[in-house]
């Protein structure tokens, strides 16, 4: 397996832009999860899917985050319009998640972003 | 208000001797932990995981120690090697907490030859 994919791996932009990073799952696994990396905040997540339904997203910043999973292999995180302060690695991971028992959460490469 | 916590921002250890990690907690729903390793430019992967109905668990050189009463876990890693320097980050959940896990701020580990 691939393992979890994301891209770009690296985006540079400027600020008022649109930005979006895309995330594909590892096959079969049903729950997906964004994070962001910061050195104040550390590891943080801003919002998670199960079975393609949101179910968490009370970690997106504000309304200039956007995320969606229009299918089981594919998610996407939006921000519009971007500020210097969301320069951030952002990382997407993916898990099989079954009542009761977690399993652990397998994570991209990441998305380093830097908005100028 | 963070729950999980990594005290140590870092830890510099010989090759062969024991690297000791902690991390503590704060919520008592928590009932699973979580070990992940971190190299630069790459992501979290996960090492060892501990279930509450334990105290340890151990997998080769990493074991994981849980002390529910005092909301403390650590990992021990021995014999620390050159390539197990990176950063390790603690997690918890629980089932309150579905599968969201609650990351601590990580301890970035440099083992010298």
């Known amino acids: 397996d691939a393992g979890v994919i994301q891209s770009p791996r690296h985006e540079v932009t400027e600020m008022g832009q649109e930005v979006t990073l895309r995330c594909k799952p590892i096959s079969g696994h049903n729950s997906l999860f964004w994070y962001r990396q910061t050195m104040m905040r550390g590891l943080e997540l801003l919002i998670y899917f199960n079975n393609n339904v949101p179910i968490d997203d009370s970690g997106m910043p504000e309304d200039r985050f956007s995320a969606k999973m229009p299918n089981a292999s594919f998610s996407t995180l939006k921000i519009q319009p971007s500020e210097p302060r969301d320069s951030a690695v952002y990382f997407c991971a993916s898990s099989f998640a079954s009542h009761p028992v977690y399993n652990e959460q397998f994570f991209g490469p990441g998305t380093r972003l830097t908005v100028l | 208000d963070q729950q999980v916590k990594q005290n140590s921002p870092s830890l510099s250890v010989q090759e062969g001797r024991i690297s000791i990690l902690n991390c503590d907690y704060t919520n008592s729903m928590f009932d699973y932990f979580l070990w992940y390793k971190k190299y630069p430019a790459e992501g979290p992967t996960f090492l060892i995981s501990?279930?509450?109905?334990?105290d340890k668990n151990e997998d080769g050189r990493f074991t994981v120690f849980l002390n529910k009463s005092a909301k403390h876990l650590s990992l021990h890693i021995v014999p620390s090697q050159p390539g197990d320097s990176a950063v390790y980050f603690c997690a918890a959940s629980g089932e309150a907490a579905g599968n969201k896990l609650t990351f601590g701020g990580g301890t970035r580990v440099l083992v010298k030859p």
């Open positions: 501990i279930s509450s109905i334990k």
